[in-house]
């Protein structure tokens, strides 16, 4: 409640503020600076869409993850190892050359070469040859069959001098892509500015320059936008200061249903989580309903795992049903009993490692009292966002809370959870399954469902989330909406159900 009260206090004292508008162009506010600009390393959600505005992939997905050609023109497969790609007519870079299948080729020979270190080089493990068969025709052929190709062939495309080791320093630098929006200038990690490329093959865009600020702190986000000194935020608003954003007349509420998915991570390579039943027990006591009802307003579905209801491969499981008579029995059973009864000393204490976004501190503390009714105490530790990343990404933590910023290709979840994609040194602390799940059960369902022809996928991802609910990885939470807020000077902004930033290559700035 004080909280509340203090940011509405501050949202009064702004509405008394002249609009102090950006000097041009459109001002997006985002919580944390891009991991990098170059697509090959990215891992973070912010700097892999900033990075496809720079460069885009041969594919991208629409709201319902369905593949869409973006720098390709069409695809088609040929065989089951076999996929053709034409790119656009007339493709060209930044810096002015020509874009062709030679640069698609050294784009993808670059990100395998081990020298270059990159992080996703292992996604692209099945590709056997990058094929030229003409200026605009290239194919990919592949050891195996694999089913999620097209959701990897999102990556950006660069030019074939940049694309191996000797040019990642000069792509680092100043990076150079086909995309809507060229790089200008990064002064320092808190403030990026890209402008429109005139050469960019659907049209230039009518924004006359993007600004991109890092600002950590919500109600500072909150404030300049009602300053009038931003103009895009999204996902970074909490759901509760939304209806006073809506009664703003300079601002509006954009709202479209998200692929987003919320998790409570646990760290399995040791310590009571390793113990399923312990995991089993710290769902059963999770109450998800109330939160997605007061926290999020609506805003949210609850989830019984990564994909959502909507997707085409969703099949139905337990989830984390709340039975905390049931938290008590298997707590019991793995060693930990209650020792003085209800009101006395925890069972057992846990760390919980959260950012310091106020929004998501404010859900681990309502986190921590529902864990601590059944027993479990729980000390929440906030980090800036930067550390967090890194700790999670070298096994550093207990149990993590975190959300996929989008869930488009179920494949995602070979990635999360087999045994092959445990961060480590040799694959640069790359992995997805930070939690270092290892079940060759799973594993084996998970590789059957990457090469399986399509009308199959849906019967073995089914077993996968059938199987994942039995292992608990994660505890699933909730899948978000995708929620913008955007003043008055941006005009024909669509949010993406993904989170995407490249409806701003069709927005506008206008005078209000």
């Known amino acids: 409640m004080l909280r509340r009260a203090a940011l509405g206090m501050l949202l009064a004292l702004a509405g008394g503020c002249l609009p102090e508008p950006p000097p041009d162009g459109i001002t997006v506010l985002v919580e944390s ?168 093959y659907a049209g230039p865009p009518a924004i006359s320059r993007l600004h991109f600020r890092v600002v950590r702190d919500e109600t500072t986000r909150v404030l300049e936008l009602l300053k009038g000194r931003a103009d895009l935020v999204i996902n970074a608003v909490s759901p509760a200061v939304l209806p006073m954003l809506r009664k703003e007349p300079g601002l509006r509420v954009l709202v479209r249903p998200g692929t987003g998915y919320a998790y409570l991570g646990f760290n399995l390579r040791s310590g009571p989580l390793a113990d399923v039943r312990v995991r089993q027990a710290v769902c059963h006591l999770l109450e998800v309903g109330p939160i997605v009802e007061h926290k999020f307003h609506g805003l949210a579905e609850p989830a019984t795992g990564m994909l959502p209801t909507t997707h085409w491969a969703y099949a139905p499981t337990g989830g984390c049903r709340y039975d905390p008579a049931e938290a008590a029995r298997l707590l019991d059973a793995a060693g930990y009993p209650d020792p003085d009864g209800p009101g006395g000393k925890p069972r057992l204490t846990l760390s919980l490692k959260v950012s310091t976004d106020r929004f998501r501190k404010s859900v681990a503390l309502v986190l921590q009292e529902q864990l601590a009714r059944g027993g479990i105490a729980v000390e929440v530790r906030s980090l800036e966002f930067g550390t967090l990343f890194n700790d999670i990404r070298r096994g550093n933590f207990e149990m993590v809370t975190l959300k996929w910023a989008s869930v488009i290709e179920p494949d995602l979840m070979r990635g999360a959870y087999h045994s092959r994609n445990v961060p480590t040194e040799e694959n640069h602390w790359g992995g997805f399954n930070r939690g270092a799940l290892k079940d060759a059960e799973l594993d084996a369902l998970l590789d059957a469902a990457s090469q399986a022809e399509p009308s199959k996928r849906a019967e073995l991802y089914a077993k996968v989330q059938e199987r994942l609910d039995a292992l608990l990885p994660y505890a699933p939470l909730w899948h978000e909406n995708s929620v913008a807020v955007v003043s008055q000077r941006l005009e024909g902004f669509e949010p993406s159900a993904h989170g995407f930033l490249t409806p701003l290559a069709r927005a506008r700035r206008v005078e209000p």
């Open 33 to 200: 600076p891009p991991d990098s600009l170059d697509d090959r390393f990215a891992l973070t959600a912010i700097g892999q869409r900033i990075s496809q505005l720079i460069a885009p992939g041969l594919v991208t997905f629409d709201d319902a993850s369905r593949p869409m050609p973006a720098l390709a023109e069409s695809f088609r497969t040929l065989s089951p190892t076999v996929m053709e790609f034409t790119l656009r007519a007339g493709l060209r870079f930044h810096d002015g050359t020509a874009l062709t299948a030679d640069d698609v080729k050294a784009t993808y020979d670059g990100v395998r070469a081990p020298a270059l270190r990159s992080p996703r080089s292992d996604r692209y493990e099945a590709i056997q040859e990058v094929e030229v068969v003409g200026d605009r025709t290239v194919r990919f052929h592949l050891r195996r069959p694999l089913a999620p190709l097209l959701a990897e062939l999102s990556l950006s495309i660069l030019p074939a001098e940049r694309a191996g080791p000797e040019g990642m320093a000069l792509q680092a630098a100043h990076p150079v892509g086909a995309g809507p929006f060229r790089f200008e200038a990064q002064p320092d990690e808190e403030h990026l500015s890209l402008v429109p490329f005139e050469g960019y």
